[in-house]
């Protein structure tokens, strides 16, 4: 049974930067295509960036590209969000997805397992 856990969303200021973790376990996770989402009060959960097995190919959302970096480190199991230049609307809670089938998708019903999810909030 493939579990997730997520790690690393704290209160911090704009302008600021987090690091996520996601650890992986019960597969193989270099198997897996990897995403983070998030989602805030009252919207939809949504794609934030989605790297392949190999991180040969990534997405970012628009609302993301440029300030987040998305990795993995295969030998450990575990899945990375570097975000940097934060703002007060990246404030949510924060999941990692893994997907098991080859293509990269950014729907969430495309993921087959999920974390808990991690909260994020940027504030002064």
């Known amino acids: 049974q493939v579990r997730l856990a997520e790690s690393g969303g704290e209160l911090v200021q704009p302008g600021g930067s987090l690091r996520l973790a996601c650890t992986f376990s019960g597969g193989t996770f270099s198997s897996y295509i990897m995403a983070w989402f998030r989602q805030s009060p009252g919207k939809e959960r949504e794609i934030v960036s989605a790297i392949t097995w190999s991180g040969s190919n990534n997405f970012y959302a628009a609302s993301v590209r440029g300030r987040f970096t998305i990795s993995r480190d295969n030998h450990n199991n575990t899945l990375f969000l570097q975000m940097s230049t934060l703002k007060p609307e990246d404030t949510a809670v924060y999941y990692c997805?893994?997907?098991?089938?080859?293509?990269?998708?950014?729907?969430?019903?495309?993921?087959?397992?999920w974390g808990q999810g991690t909260q994020v909030v940027v504030s002064s």
């Open positions: 997805a893994a997907r098991s089938r080859p293509s990269m998708v950014t729907y969430s019903s495309g993921y087959d397992y």
